[in-house]
């Protein structure tokens, strides 16, 4: 009787395929390893052209600290969230974009600007709007709001969305307060604010513009909690600093005009309202995202933040 030679046949089978799955990663290591030492073009100057790794070098020699951290933020607050529990709801979300565009003629307007001056799309708004109510969350967890509360709340937002006011700023951030109080002596020598934060400002996103940051709202959460309290006495051309961060390094700021913003009442949900009273007993928003990193044994590997 003839044996069976199917369980060798298998085995020879499996073995050609590991040989060519083999092959095929070898070869596609060395394509990367070739691409990556001749790297495409992105940019011709005459003659010379840059590269595209010397784009990405340069991209993270600037702003690979500050990215880094925003990624680990956003993964610890993401799992903590997840371990607690909490969701955010699309209405929450629709109520912060609803605030943070009240300044501008109409939506479009507002998801212009944030393209072009910053490059994210709606839904990277939508993305940015749900870490900071996932983090705020996560703050207030244990706060307790009454509904009586949540409700004057809303009355008071109601008869306020008329009086607020946004501010057109430009900034000049720096490492350091000796380098924000050199920026300050330039300026009161004369030289020009867009000049210097063109030459020193350490904001990649708006040291190009001399330092523009547009119009923000009084209230806008995404800004600097000690440049928004700073310039809420101020004057049109006036100029404050150096202001100290809370998230590091050091801020000049101009105050460039000031109007009343045009927005109709904001109508936001009792969620959306219960969330807001309680920050104001909460611990500040960078400490929570310091302990979650630490939590989560989260760290940058080339230099702990």
């Known amino acids: 009787m003839t044996k069976d030679k199917s369980p060798l046949r298998t085995a020879v089978m499996v073995l050609i395929i590991v040989i060519i799955m083999l092959l095929g990663a070898f070869w596609v290591i060395r394509a990367v390893q070739h691409s990556g030492s001749n790297s495409s073009a992105v940019a011709v100057v005459g003659n010379d052209t840059i590269s595209d790794d010397q784009w990405t070098a340069e991209l993270k020699k600037r702003y690979g600290q500050e990215i880094l951290l925003q990624m680990l933020n956003r993964r610890v607050v993401s ?36 393209s072009s001056q910053f490059g994210l799309s709606r839904q990277d708004l939508r993305e940015e709007s749900k870490y900071q109510i996932e983090l705020e969350k996560i703050a207030t967890v244990n706060i307790q709001v009454s509904d009586e509360q949540v409700n004057q709340y809303i009355q008071q937002n109601e008869q306020q969305s008329d009086q607020k006011r946004q501010y057109e700023l430009a900034w000049i951030k720096t490492d350091d307060e000796e380098s924000a109080s050199e920026a300050v002596q330039r300026i009161e020598n004369g030289d020009s604010f867009a000049d210097i934060a063109k030459q020193v400002s350490t904001d990649g996103f708006s040291s190009n513009k001399g330092g523009a940051l547009g119009w923000i709202d009084d209230d806008d959460p995404f800004q600097p909690s000690e440049v928004m309290k700073a310039i809420q006495t101020m004057q049109p051309g006036d100029i404050v600093g150096p202001i100290k961060l809370s998230n590091g390094g050091y801020a000049v700021v101009q105050v460039i005009d000031i109007r009343q913003s045009q927005s109709a009442h904001l109508e936001i949900s009792s969620e959306t309202a219960r969330r807001k009273i309680a920050l104001e007993q909460a611990r500040p928003l960078n400490e929570i995202e310091q302990e979650l990193r630490k939590k989560y044994s989260a760290y940058i590997l080339s230099a702990k933040p």
């Open 79 to 114: 799992m903590e969230a997840q371990t607690l529990h909490i969701g955010v709801s699309e209405q929450e979300i629709d109520d912060n974009l609803q605030e943070r565009m009240s300044g501008y003629s109409s939506p479009e307007a507002f998801y212009k600007e944030m």
